[in-house]
């Protein structure tokens, strides 16, 4: 007979990622040690939820340093570091079974390395997150026991009882194996966000982040909590991961969202991430609209401010809800973005991470664009609210990118810029221009790969928004990195945030 409670798993937080510059300076610019742990609240409130004895083990705490290998871009050479504890200081034989999660590509190497400690003593080591999704036969050959294919969760209980000899009731699914066997790579029966198991007050503690990528807070060590209220997504946009996790769009009825409030209130939060990749697809249903207005209610009655850090999507905030038909109405709904953006000194939207359109070229890579004059309307309507940061998101380095296409980018966002500085003469407004990055197991990244357009193959390169590496058919990488530093310019006299003052 299996018992959970006589095992017990180590989850690791990967430390940090790094580049040093040849001046010594970490060209990233910021640390994250004091960040929010999103993800592994949900995987340890499961897992403990089973009756697993679980250890968080968060290598980003900590002041060691350590280099792992070079490239040069630029002109400069740069070193590739990790930041946090030493990789060694735990023991490889403490747990029973390891947990590693990886979401990015930049941190690939970092993942190998650690995935190669904890399984030195034969331990298993199970490997979850977007790029061991995206690529999971490397991490398999790293020294993986198993990949979990599985975005929604249920496959997270039954691996672990698998690695360990215990057969599931359930045929196991989600997952690939080292050994060779290849269960089905879709879960059979993906689990929903309202099935999740809530965090003890415990978990919810050590799962508090105080800062968010430099961002000023309104005091310090300002908890910051974190509820992913939803998976999945209705889009399909090429360079996005999640239409290939096929779970569909499941999302937490507002009674639930409201459970996991209080608990991070109660954990001492004064804010939380909503981190889902699409909130607002919940307004497609029948009573959706509904719900959204009774979730950011229940979230204001506990005084919590809400950060918008995954983005959310401007058009389902019309009438017409970002339903894609012929004359849809794209009136801003003003009651919505009111309940959405609205902050108020204490609670409300203290922050919105929100995505640029291409006003004249480039709008192909997009598969929720308004158009331009509808665009500046929504802009307005949620300046108009007082939300105290935006990051204004935009990816340039596609293909037909140019001077001159870029040129009149930065115009249309500079006229957006001032019109929004003269609805709200004190909105902190930062324009955050990603370089093109190709995330492995995307469309996009497919098309690049074909092109040529490629320059560094390197996931350290590649996965990092602040080394380019693409070329378009008319600019280098340099020029489109040249570009990324002009077009901070945009409102960076308001505030300033995660690197961008390192490179302008």
């Known amino acids: 007979m299996f018992s959970p409670e006589k095992v017990s798993i180590g989850l690791i937080e990967l430390p940090e990622f790094g580049l040093l510059n040849s001046q010594g300076n970490n060209w990233l610019g910021h640390r994250y040690s004091e960040s929010v742990l999103i993800s592994k ?7 403990q939820g089973a009756g697993f004895n679980v250890e968080l083990i968060n290598l980003t705490k900590g002041d060691y340093q350590e280099d792992y290998g070079s490239f040069k871009w630029g002109g400069d050479k740069f070193t590739k570091i990790y930041l946090g504890q030493n990789l060694t200081t735990t023991a490889p034989d403490k747990h029973d079974v390891w947990g590693i999660t990886n979401n990015f590509s930049q941190n690939r190497e970092i993942a190998f390395m650690t995935i190669k400690h904890f399984a030195s003593q034969g331990r298993p080591v199970i490997v979850g997150g977007s790029d061991a999704i995206a690529s999971p036969l490397e991490y398999i050959a790293a020294g993986a026991t198993a990949v979990v294919l599985d975005k929604s969760g249920a496959a997270n209980v039954d691996i672990m009882g698998y690695v360990l000899g215990h057969t599931p009731k359930e045929k196991l699914s989600g997952v690939m194996l080292a050994n060779g066997d290849q269960p089905p790579a879709r879960p059979s029966k993906p689990l929903h966000p309202e099935d999740w198991a809530l965090p003890s007050l415990d978990t919810a503690k050590q799962c508090l982040g105080t800062e968010f990528k430099g961002l000023p807070l309104p005091e310090e060590n300002w908890g910051i909590g974190s509820i992913f209220t939803d998976i999945g ?23 639930r969202v409201g459970q996991w409030a209080e608990l991070q209130k109660q954990a001492g939060a004064k804010a939380v991430m909503l981190s889902s990749d699409q909130f607002l697809g919940r307004i497609l249903k029948k009573g959706g609209r509904d719900d959204v207005l009774e979730i950011m209610q229940i979230l204001r009655d506990l ?31 003003d009651e919505l973005i009111a309940s959405l953006m609205e902050w108020d000194g204490n609670k409300g939207c203290y922050f919105a991470y929100l995505p640029a359109e291409r006003p004249v070229f480039g709008r192909e890579n997009y598969k929720k664009l308004l158009p331009w004059q509808e665009h500046r309307d929504i802009m307005k309507a949620i300046v108009r609210t007082g939300t105290a940061y935006i990051r204004y998101g935009i990816i340039i380095g596609f293909a037909d990118d140019s001077h001159d296409t870029l040129s009149r980018l930065e115009e249309a966002i500079w006229d957006l810029y001032e019109e929004l500085a003269s609805v709200n003469p004190h909105v902190k407004f930062q324009v955050a221009p990603f370089s093109l990055s190709i995330i492995p197991g995307t469309a996009q990244s497919e098309y690049i790969r074909q092109s040529g357009l490629l320059r560094f193959d390197d996931p350290s390169i590649f996965g990092s928004i602040w080394t380019t590496s693409v070329d378009s058919k008319h600019l280098s990488y340099l020029e489109i990195f040249e570009w ?21």
Not at 233 to 255: I, L
């Open 41 to 47: 609240q949900v995987l340890l409130a499961s897992l």
């Open 233 to 255: 997504c209705d889009r399909t946009c090429d360079f996005c991961q999640t239409p290939k996790y096929h779970v569909g769009y499941r999302a937490m009825s507002p009674e």
């Open 303 to 333: 005084e919590l401010a809400v950060f918008w850090n995954n983005g959310i999507e401007l058009k389902k905030m019309t009438l017409g809800r970002g339903i894609n038909r012929k004359n849809a109405d794209l009136t801003p709904d």
């Open 484 to 504: 990324q530093k002009r077009l901070t310019q945009i409102g960076r006299s308001r505030y300033m945030e995660d690197g961008l003052a390192l490179h302008a």
